[in-house]
């Protein structure tokens, strides 16, 4: 990081607290998003200046109800704030709660406080309270909880200037803790504190309970404290369930007597949205429209700057071409590394547009309504209604849809969404789909209105949609877990979006996937060109004479280049390689130039129409559909004698490559996210296994 | 005894216990604490979950966690 940060300071609260918003409004756009060391968790920083000059970075840890975590999420919080050496272990805390919920919120505030690192209490949302009409002796409120309060509204942004003055003042620790944790069990919390060489209480406590989960404890260390709670007889879920017990009447206490309420409870806007929202007939109705809108959009709005960024891709590879003199690494910029940068920016508008929807659709607080009622269908296919997030996602691009299942609390829910996500169609799909549908799908009415290409196309994303249900509910059976699964979930009042939030995801997704997806997809890219580029023995090396042999006297010079091309592909190590799984892939009704376009493609599924155009030998500069399109029309089979791309072939491509596992980012990020190749290797080979015997029914059912 | 379940749509009721050690943990610490007043408010159709009104906010479980919740009045 560029910038010398002279304090660390750490965001924490509950969900739904507004804590990302006042994120966003402390550091403005200068954050970052990265991992935490040795975690797959993202962590969102970025740098605040404060009013004595000195810079501070800011870290937004993910939203939590108490420092016991439930979710992977939730995890990295509990072991930022009990670590001290922790490298993110911050030196002040900024507690956010949300003032019109302020019970449940103070439980996380309390017990942040017996851990003793300087803290500051955030009231946020005032506004939301007042209309509720609570009256708060914020005075008095600080002094019992000991620690300095700011009341905030981080929509409008009142509090903020206060905020950052408060962080400024030396913040004295309380010499008490909140709560006497060690009445619960003096004797195990006084060993641990000796073994660890801690000062508080809270903290050893913490070690007791969470012993077992906290990733910075050696083996032998963890085996210690195991050894300490069995010699004192510790319970953790007794223990804990009396410390939150004791907590909540300490806090119940201070609120009842420092907030006053006039009872005003009458039927809120939230409850009246909800009755229709979670109807059993509208509510359905609702989701499905927002499903075919956001579809609507990742087709029809974000066509234009697509081809905009197409157009000026190919641009600037011809520009590059000219600029740099010819030879081996002028190729390899062009056709490499910009092809496949390419490939990889093309997808943004996409993919911006669909994280645009759901963070709207989250911001607003429809999201956990969506997930509300969807969890019973879910349910029973081994789903959870957590997966309609990434599952939705998904028909973008399955990477940030994959890292969107972490909040997902059940390992074995999650697992499952993981695996069967990458079945939804992704947009990387779709100019695949397209070519394909255009060559053998005739344009025409069927019933008079309905457009027989639009249907073959709807059918695709429905058939991926099925598998990915049906070996969700096989998976469901073959999976065993001891570990139950939870779905207690907070369903927050409906609010207006925030559209500097909205703005800050559609950011922080599209890079997520441009980095995820790019250097995978780039590197691969380069291998690819290498392989096209280059070939063993003499037929490669000497392609020039071989192809003026076989081209008539009359061929012109451009014709010549596009047999050349051809007919080094076909020579080179990625056409060897074509020839060799030619036979695998004879009974779908491939040959082995599909052949080669099905090994490129293996990178990204796209790349194949760019691999299409290289082997049937279309100049650079007519690379549109239409060319490729009328090509492959006129391509005989040379075994039949017959047109080449017949609907079977096209039908059982299309199958094939609905569900293929071919995207190694997506590879790259299931590994991540499951800690090991096992997981996407069993999903390569499953995937690929039902990709061939369905393109396999598919072209004997056609033809 | 009662349990959430056998509340009707808007019944008010008072939690007196539970009936699962680790999820009673999980649930206190979302706010429901024995002696604390809730009402039912929402309900998924087809035995999905639903949504209990509980310390000034709504919070969804699932049926069976529901029926961990007991209640009287």
């Known amino acids: 990081m560029a910038a010398k940060k002279d304090l660390k300071i750490a965001l924490v609260g509950n969900p739904n607290s507004g804590k990302t918003t006042l994120f966003n409004l402390l550091t403005g756009l200068k954050q970052k998003t990265g991992n935490f060391p040795g975690v797959t968790v993202d962590k969102k920083s970025g740098m605040l200046k404060l009013p004595d000059g000195r810079i501070a970075e800011l870290t937004d840890l993910p939203g939590t109800y108490s420092i016991y975590p439930k979710t992977l999420d939730e995890q990295i919080v509990q072991e930022v704030l009990l670590d001290q050496d922790h490298p993110q272990h911050p030196d002040v805390i900024i507690v956010v709660a949300d003032a019109s919920n302020l019970k449940r919120n103070l439980l996380l505030f309390t017990q942040i406080r017996d851990l003793n690192i300087p803290c500051v209490l955030v009231l946020n949302m005032m506004d939301l309270a007042e209309r509720r009409k609570l009256k708060f002796d914020l005075r008095s409120l600080a002094i019992d909880l000991g620690v300095k309060i700011v009341p905030t509204n981080s929509r409008s942004g009142v509090g903020i200037e206060t905020l950052k003055n408060v962080l400024v003042q030396e913040l004295k620790t309380p010499k008490k803790p909140f709560y006497p944790v060690k009445d619960l069990a003096e004797q195990t919390i006084e060993e641990i504190k000796s073994v660890f060489n801690l000062n508080e209480d809270y903290r050893a406590y913490q070690y007791a309970q969470q012993n077992v989960r906290l990733s910075f404890l050696t083996e032998a260390q963890r085996e210690e404290i195991e050894e300490i709670k069995r010699n004192n007889g510790f319970y953790d879920v007794p223990t804990q369930s009396q410390e939150v017990l004791g907590r909540y009447a300490l806090i119940s206490e201070i609120v009842d007597r420092n907030i006053k309420t006039e009872q005003a409870n009458e039927l809120s806007l939230t409850q009246r949205i909800d009755k229709i929202v979670t109807h059993k007939v509208f509510g359905y109705a609702i989701f499905a429209a927002i499903l075919l809108l956001i579809f609507q959009a990742i087709f029809a709005w974000a066509e234009w700057p697509m081809a905009l960024i197409e157009t000026s891709m190919a641009d600037l590879s011809t520009w590059v071409k000219e600029a740099l003199p010819a030879g081996v690494i002028n190729d390899l910029i062009t056709d490499g590394i910009i092809a496949g940068l390419a490939g990889v920016v093309v997808f943004i508008p996409q993919i911006a547009l669909l994280f645009g929807f759901i963070s709207l659709l989250e911001e607003s607080g429809y999201m956990s309504r969506a997930v509300f009622l969807m969890d019973r269908i879910m349910r029973s296919f081994g789903l959870n209604g957590k997966s309609v997030v990434p599952l939705v996602s998904g028909m973008a691009c399955a990477i940030p849809a994959i890292m969107a299942t972490r909040n997902i609390e059940s390992w074995k829910d999650r697992l499952i969404t993981i695996f069967v996500t990458p079945f939804m169609s992704c947009s990387a799909r779709l100019p695949v789909y397209t070519l394909l549908i255009a060559l053998v799908v005739p344009q025409k009415d069927v019933l008079g209105f309905i457009n027989l290409q639009g249907l073959v196309l709807t059918s695709l994303y429905l058939l991926g949609l099925l598998a990915a249900i049906l070996s969700a509910w096989v998976m469901k059976f073959i999976l065993k877990s001891r570990e139950r699964s939870y779905f207690i979930m907070e369903l927050p009042g409906y609010k207006l979006p925030k559209w500097k939030n909205v703005g800050l995801t559609i950011y922080e997704k599209s890079t997520t996937f441009v980095f995820e997806a790019g250097k995978v997809i780039v590197a691969i890219s380069i291998i690819l060109w290498v392989l096209a580029s280059y070939g063993p023995g003499e037929r490669f090396n000497n392609a020039e004479e071989f192809v003026l042999r076989e081209l008539p006297e009359s061929a012109t010079e451009e014709e010549f280049e596009n047999a050349l091309s051809a007919y080094k592909l076909e020579h080179s190590y990625a056409g060897r390689f074509g020839k060799l799984i030619e036979p695998a892939i004879k009974p779908l009704g491939y040959d082995w130039k599909i052949g080669i376009a099905l090994i490129t493609s293996f990178a990204a599924r796209e790349v194949f129409v760019g691999t299409i155009s290289t082997i049937y030998s279309i100049g650079a500069d007519e690379e549109d559909e239409l060319t490729i399109k009328e090509k492959l029309a006129k391509e005989i089979n040379p075994r039949t004698g017959e047109k080449m791309y017949t609907p079977a072939l096209g039908f059982s491509l299309m199958v094939f490559y609905a569900f293929a596992m071919q995207c190694m980012s997506t590879l790259a990020v299931v590994y991540r996210e499951t800690k090991g190749w096992k997981w996407p290797f069993i999903q390569t080979i499953y995937m690929s296994a039902v990709a061939y015997l369905a393109a396999l029914a598919t072209y004997n059912i056609f033809s | ?73």
Not at chain 2, 6 to 24: C, N, P, Q, R
């Open chain 2, 1 to 73: 005894m009662r349990n959430v379940t056998h509340l009707k749509l808007h019944e008010k009721a008072v939690i007196k216990g539970f009936t699962d050690e680790v999820l009673s943990v999980k649930l206190m610490e979302m706010g429901c604490l024995p002696g604390t007043e809730i009402s039912l408010e929402l309900t998924a159709p087809w035995g999905g979950p639903i949504a209990i009104g509980v310390a000034g906010y709504q919070l969804s479980l699932r049926r069976t966690e529901a029926s961990s919740i007991l209640i009287e009045g």
